[in-house]
T-cell receptor, first 117, second 108 residues
Framework: DTGVSQDPRHKITKRGQNVTFRCDPI?????LYWYRQTLGQGPEFLTY????????KSRLLSDRFSAERPKGSFSTLEIQRTEQGDSAMYLC???????????????FGPGTRLTVL | GQSLEQPSEVTAVEGAIVQINCTYQ??????LSWYQQHDGGAPTFLSY????GLEETGRFSSFLSRSDSYGYLLLQELQMKDSASYFC?????????FGAGTTVTVRA
């Protein structure tokens, strides 16, 4: 399968614990995005990488969230001191560099569903 | 910031045509796109409009009017497998901003 993969698919944790998610994008894509989706809502942008550079981060993202893409390939999203409000589906997407359609045509992974008890 | 409005639910019978409207307000604009998401699945790209007019991809078509900040997705010859959520999204700089989604239910 050459699509976007995410690991783990499900994560249950207790409030206050740290969690880390991994995303492997499509290999030739140099853009990588993280989104969060809650029930009944569309994906909400969290952050964006072009190669290894984190170029944009949502103002809604608290300091407890950090993301890396050390070699411009896979990416990790870490949430420290989790809160019940962090419970959501965390989606990763990737796309090719370019303009117009490439901004819009993003390929999403299956997501990591986080439940904070 | 960006805001997008689309209806929350639409129900139709197999073989029918459904139009999902989307109005948006945005401080920048690089195109309007549509995504489909089945229950428990990942969003998948359906179509993109960068310029005014109609784009057709099989049974699905999408329209954009930039002067009206308006677009729609047209689903024709509805099939049961089209039951899903459909999201419009505007591209602003380096990210997509999504609407809350329209749940389409196709009945036999």
């Amino acid at each position: 399968d050459t699509g976007v993969s995410q690991d783990p698919r499900h994560k249950i944790t207790k409030r206050g614990q740290n969690v880390t998610f991994r995303c492997d994008p499509i290999s030739e894509h140099n853009r990588l995005y993280w989104y969060r989706q809650t029930l009944g809502q569309g994906p909400e942008f969290l952050t964006y990488f072009q190669n290894e550079a984190q170029l944009e981060k949502s103002r809604l993202l608290s300091d407890r969230f950090s993301a890396e893409r050390p070699k411009g390939s896979f990416s990790t999203l870490e949430i420290q001191r989790t809160e019940q409000g962090d419970s959501a589906m965390y989606l990763c997407a990737s796309s090719l560099e370019g303009s117009g359609r490439s901004y819009n045509e993003q390929f999403f992974g299956p997501g990591t569903r986080l439940t904070v008890l | 910031g960006q805001s997008l409005e689309q209806p929350s639910e639409v129900t139709a019978v197999e073989g029918a045509i459904v139009q999902i409207n989307c109005t948006y307000q945005t401080s920048g604009f690089y195109g309007l796109s549509w995504y489909q998401q089945h229950d428990g699945g990942a969003p998948t790209f359906l179509s993109y409009n960068g310029l005014d007019g109609l784009e057709e991809t099989g049974r699905f078509s999408s329209f954009l009017s930039r002067s009206d900040s308006y677009g729609y997705l047209l689903l024709q010859e509805l099939q049961m497998k089209d039951s899903a959520s459909y999201f419009c999204a505007v591209a602003v700089r380096n990210k997509l901003s999504f609407g809350a989604g329209t749940t389409v239910t196709v009945r036999a």
